[in-house]
Nanobody, 122 residues
């Protein structure tokens, strides 16, 4: 069992930055690929970024490539999402999720957090 708790969301102005954290319980965390997803009002949930179990591979959606950076610290059981150059289209609830497969989106995720709201204002 892995429990995930996101934090770090909030209100930020266009062009600003935020860093999200996802704290995981259980030693199994370090065996899972991790991803961030987001869901804006009225839209489907979408893949944002993913990182392999050892941090050796990262994956990004085209819309965030070069602005968002995913990382993990297995010693702290935490995965991060550094978000830079935020724009209003980044406004959404952000979720972290764990998968035993390759963390590139799709439906093969075993555990989900409850989400954290990110609002970008103009």
């Amino acid at each position: 069992q892995v429990q995930l708790v996101e934090s770090g969301g909030g209100l930020v102005q266009v062009g600003g930055s935020l860093r999200l954290s996802c704290a995981a319980s259980g030693r199994a965390f370090r065996t899972y690929g991790m991803s961030w997803f987001r869901q804006a009002p009225g839209k489907e949930r979408e893949f944002v970024a993913g990182i392999s179990w050892n941090g050796g591979s990262t994956f990004y959606a085209g819309s965030v490539q070069g602005r968002f950076f995913i990382s993990r610290d297995n010693a702290k059981n935490t995965v991060y999402l550094q978000m830079n150059s935020l724009n209003v289209e980044d406004t959404a609830v952000y979720y972290c999720a764990a998968t035993g497969g390759t963390p590139v989106g799709g439906k093969a995720y075993d555990y989900w957090g409850q989400g954290t709201q990110v609002t970008v204002s103009s």
